[in-house]
């Protein structure tokens, strides 16, 4: 089973920036789609970015041009680049994996495994 464990969430705020990391165990990155999704209370857990095996990348229509998605295989460890943060941005944040993944899966059904999330809280 894939093992992931997130980090660098954090109070920040308003047009402020972000690094979220994903640090996956238990198998190499290589072939796994991995995902960005975020949930705020009270709301559905929300695909905000995500990248396949191949580096496709797809982002949420909220993020785009402000969010920053990639990967270093031989680190085994997913990025997410937060810039220009707002206070909808506020949420847990979550990365998940996928195996053989067929594009860039963008909806938390689609994948298996979850890591515990980092809160990220964007307020002055």
């Known amino acids: 089973q894939l093992q992931l464990v997130e980090s660098g969430g954090g109070l920040v705020q308003p047009g402020g920036s972000l690094r979220l990391s994903c640090v996956v165990s238990?198998?190499?990155?290589?072939?796994?789609?991995v995902g960005w999704f975020r949930q705020a209370p009270g709301k559905e857990r929300e695909g905000v970015s995500c990248i396949s095996s191949s580096g496709d990348t797809y982002y949420a229509d909220s993020v785009k041009g402000r969010f920053t998605i990639s990967r270093d295989n031989a680190k085994n460890t997913v990025y997410l680049q937060m810039n220009s943060l707002k206070p909808e941005d506020t949420a847990v944040y979550y990365c998940a994996g996928r195996l053989g993944a067929v594009g860039v899966p963008y909806r938390a059904w689609q994948y298996d495994d979850w890591g515990q999330g980092t809160q990220v809280t964007v307020s002055s």
């Open positions: 238990g198998f190499t990155l290589d072939d796994y789609a």
